[in-house]
Nanobody, 125 residues
Framework: QVQLVESGGGLVQAGDPLRLSCAAS????????MAWFRQAPGKEREFVAG????????YYAESVNGRFTISRDNANHMLYLQMNSLKPEDTAVYYC??????????????????WGQGTQVTVSS
């Protein structure tokens, strides 16, 4: 049974950093592409960043490129999102997700097969 558990969210001020973690279990972790999505109140869930399996190629939404860094620790089945220079518009629930079929990083929610429960990130101005 695949499980994804996010942690690390919280309330921070604009400009502060924050690191999110996602612990994965029940899958051959380094075989699959993974991603972070976020959903703000009243908005659709949107792609934030993704990383391929063994090669670790990374991809970012334009809105976070240069501020956020996605990484993975395949030995420990962990996915991370380092968020720097946070802005109030980054406020959202952040989700990690795994794609069991594509070897690339896709930016649409329906491509992902399992999701975590989400962690709230709130950035005050």
């Amino acid at each position: 049974q695949v499980q994804l558990v996010e942690s690390g969210g919280g309330l921070v001020q604009a400009g502060d950093p924050l690191r999110l973690s996602c612990a994965a279990s029940g899958l051959t972790f380094n075989s699959y592409s993974m991603a972070w999505f976020r959903q703000a109140p009243g908005k659709e869930r949107e792609f934030v960043a993704g990383i391929t399996g063994a090669a670790g190629n990374t991809y970012y939404a334009e809105s976070v490129n240069g501020r956020f860094t996605i990484s993975r620790d395949n030995a420990n089945h962990m996915l991370y999102l380092q968020m720097n220079s946070l802005k109030p518009e980054d406020t959202a629930v952040y989700y990690c997700a795994v794609d069991l079929y594509s070897r690339s990083v896709l930016r649409i929610t329906k491509s992902y097969d399992y999701w975590g429960q989400g962690t709230q990130v709130t950035v005050s101005s």
